[in-house]
């Protein structure tokens, strides 16, 4: 599973990328809003692209098709790895078809049922992004949109990649890999959890401990 991280902190995508952690980047206009201060989003985008050689997801802001679309163009020329975030809403998807036939990849975002991502495919989306955190914040299982989905893309070879998103927790990232999604994308705190474990520490601190008494009692011998 391809592993990509959800921001547009530079900083947290030069730690990933030097970490070797990060396949691709997807971004959305809270996270441009909250990371780019008084620098023109377009620039900060520009930059994550020269940062990691993957997939770099920007989102338009118009909800009308003509609007998206112009959106989408400027976006695709700010550098070859982009790739647009089109909403799920019915406007959406010709600009979706439109895009695709010009050769630009698109990320289907705010999906929230696995029909939605069937018809996202449909349309020709490169990516599709259902987001299971926000459905689990809403007592509904995130996790079973993962499922169906990959079970109805398996039934009819649909290319489209899975790509979940909202993801709050490793759990999320350890069962969206079971269930076959194609990608997740985590902010940097899930992905810097997906490294730890108690027990690698407590276990590191016992080797290192049980190693310095061994020395201490060489030298001794010494
Ligand atoms: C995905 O592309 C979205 O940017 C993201 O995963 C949204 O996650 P959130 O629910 O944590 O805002």
Avoid at 126 to 141: H, I, N
Avoid at 179 to 188: C, E, I, R, S, W
Avoid at 190 to 215: C, E, I
Wanted: proline share 4%; charged share 25%; glycine share 6%.
């Amino acid at each position: 599973m391809k592993l990509f991280l959800d921001t547009a902190s530079l900083a947290d995508i030069r730690w990933a990328s030097q970490a070797g952690l990060v396949d691709g980047i997807t971004t959305n206009p809270t996270l441009l809003a909250k990371s780019a201060g008084d620098v023109d989003p377009n620039d900060v985008l520009k930059e994550i692209c020269s940062l990691v050689d993957g997939p770099v997801s920007a989102e338009v802001v118009a909800v009308d098709a003509d609007g998206m679309y112009r959106e989408a163009k400027e976006l695709a020329k700010i550098a070859d790895n982009i790739v647009v975030k089109i909403p799920m809403i019915e406007e959406g998807l010709p600009v979706v078809r439109r895009l695709t036939t010009d050769g630009i990849k698109v990320n289907v975002t705010l999906a929230f049922s696995s029909v939605q991502c069937l018809i996202a495919a449909k349309a020709g989306a490169t990516y599709v992004s259902p987001f299971l955190g926000r459905l689990d914040d809403v007592g509904q299982e995130g996790m079973e949109v993962i499922r169906e989905t990959r079970l109805i893309f398996d039934n009819y070879d649909i290319e489209t990649e899975i790509l979940a998103a909202s993801i709050r927790h490793p759990r999320h990232v350890a069962e969206a890999a079971m269930l076959g999604a194609d990608v997740a994308t985590m902010p940097t705190e899930v992905m810097k959890k997906l490294l730890l474990h108690p027990l690698t520490d407590r276990g590191l601190d016992q080797f290192l401990n049980d190693w310095s008494k061994l020395a201490a009692r060489s030298k001794v011998n010494v």
